[in-house]
Nanobody, 123 residues
């Protein structure tokens, strides 16, 4: 059974930092692209950052230069370092896994989702 377990969310002031972690089990982690999505109240879920099985990365424009995605295949874990946080970054952040060699996939094709972790940035 595949499990993706996120941690590291919380409440932070604008300008602060958080590091999200997603521990994966039940899958061949190195064969999967991993991504972080977020969903704010009343908005659609959107891709924030992704990393392919060969460490190619993607960032949505609004987080470029502030967020960094990385993976540790030995620990089956993907991270999202979030710096210079803004109130508009407030959302539930979800970890996602998709088997394949590309870096970005359509949201409907994601194989596995985590349960989400809340990130709240106060102004």
């Amino acid at each position: 059974q595949v499990q993706l377990v996120e941690s590291g969310g919380g409440l932070v002031q604008a300008g602060g930092s958080l590091r999200l972690s997603c521990a994966a089990s039940g899958l061949t982690f190195s064969s999967y692209a991993m991504g972080w999505y977020r969903q704010a109240p009343g908005k659609e879920r959107e891709l924030v950052a992704a990393i392919s099985s060969v460490d190619i990365t993607y960032y949505t424009a609004s987080v470029k230069g502030r967020f960094t995605i990385s993976r540790d295949n030995a620990k089956n874990t993907v991270y999202l370092q979030m710096n210079s946080l803004k109130p508009e970054d407030t959302a539930i952040y979800y970890c996602a896994a998709k088997r394949g060699r590309a870096v970005v996939y359509s949201i409907t094709s994601i194989d596995h989702w985590g349960q989400g972790t809340q990130v709240t940035v106060s102004s």
